[in-house]
């Protein structure tokens, strides 16, 4: 009799190797550690005063609304979903809380009409994918017109201005000697990064982005959970207008325009892939430090708003590209 021939194992040097794949997995999910390692050398080193604690407070304070949409935009992307609604509901959130505000005098009533339209928002949104099965590109680029619509027939295109003081204390009151848009930055990434990789929820989420006839048939609720991450991206959409009308004293519907994209760009940046399935919150965290250190940098140079929205849009592309890249390895 022969002996039977040895099973042939791939020498882990192998190029595409289980090693290899699994090292450019590795690089790629920690690079972007790196990269803002790296940046906040440059930028130390162009602009003397960047590392400067009152710089540093006002970079976190000026990016905290974006950073607070990312949460929400982590959550919908890692489930397979999108959102280009965040601008218009930020928009709403904004001009519903200042419009409230003058109507009623009650800072806590305008607070929770204000989130409650962002969840409404939200909730539009969730139906439309989830129970409707629109494409979510389509779903929220149309239900975003809509709500910028409403907003501005709401304040009838006028911008509503808030005099009294205590309108201002969302943004500029201070908790624990921290400024309070910081803390709500803090909470909302440390509480989302808990829900998404400690708890059932958050890993029901990833499951149903990873594969999600999978999902199904492991019996998991996935239209309710594809409505939930909405519904949250859609609150703290209304949230982070609240946070910036109270810093501006202004609540107006013209806002928001390049919102979606800014958000979007932190997901992926930090290496969230928009393929949906994989990501975490600390990666987002890291994606938003980045472009709130590249903007930060921008505006110290003296460099066009415009040249800082090619270079945005640019990131945003060669992150996806990478993206693709660790993915045709893998």
Not at 273 to 284: C, F, T
Request: net charge positive; charged share 10%; with cysteine.
């Amino acid at each position: 009799m022969t002996a039977p021939a040895a099973p042939t194992q791939q020498s882990p040097a192998t190029p595409g190797g289980p090693k290899s794949r699994n090292l450019a997995a590795v690089t790629y999910r920690y690079s972007m550690l790196g990269v803002l390692a790296i940046l906040i050398v440059v930028a130390s080193i162009l602009y003397d005063g960047f590392l400067a604690p009152d710089n540093l407070r006002d970079i976190l304070v000026q990016n905290a609304s974006v950073g607070i949409i990312a949460v929400g935009m982590t959550f919908v992307i890692i489930s397979g979903g999108f959102d280009l609604s965040v601008g218009a509901t930020y928009a709403l959130g904004s001009t519903v809380f200042a419009g409230v505000m003058i109507s009623t005098n009650s800072i806590a009533l305008a607070g929770v009409i204000a989130l409650t339209a962002g969840v409404v928002c939200g909730l539009a949104n969730g139906l439309l994918v989830a129970r409707l099965k629109i494409n979510p590109f389509v779903a929220t680029l149309g239900s975003a017109s809509v709500i910028a619509g409403i907003a501005y027939i709401y304040s009838n295109s006028a911008p509503f201005i808030v005099s009294d003081r205590s309108f201002q204390a969302l943004a500029n009151s201070r908790t624990l000697g921290v400024p309070t848009p910081i803390l709500i930055l803090l909470v909302t990434f440390t509480v989302g990064g808990l829900v998404l990789s400690k708890t059932t929820v958050g890993r029901n989420v990833q499951a149903v982005g990873g594969n999600v006839e999978a999902a199904w048939l492991s019996g998991l609720r996935v239209p309710t959970l594809t409505a939930g991450v909405y519904v949250l991206t859609g609150a703290l959409a209304a949230l982070a207008g609240m946070i910036d009308a109270s810093r501006l004293a202004v609540g107006q519907a013209d806002v928001g325009a390049t919102m979606a994209l800014d958000a979007i760009a932190i997901v992926v940046v930090g290496g969230t892939s928009l393929r949906g399935g994989e990501g975490a919150m600390w990666r987002s965290f890291v994606g938003l430090l980045i472009l709130a250190t590249l903007t930060n940098v921008f505006y110290s140079l003296n460099v066009s708003q415009h040249w800082q929205l090619i270079a945005k849009g640019l990131i945003v592309i060669a992150a996806v590209a990478l993206d693709a890249a660790v993915r045709r390895k893998s």
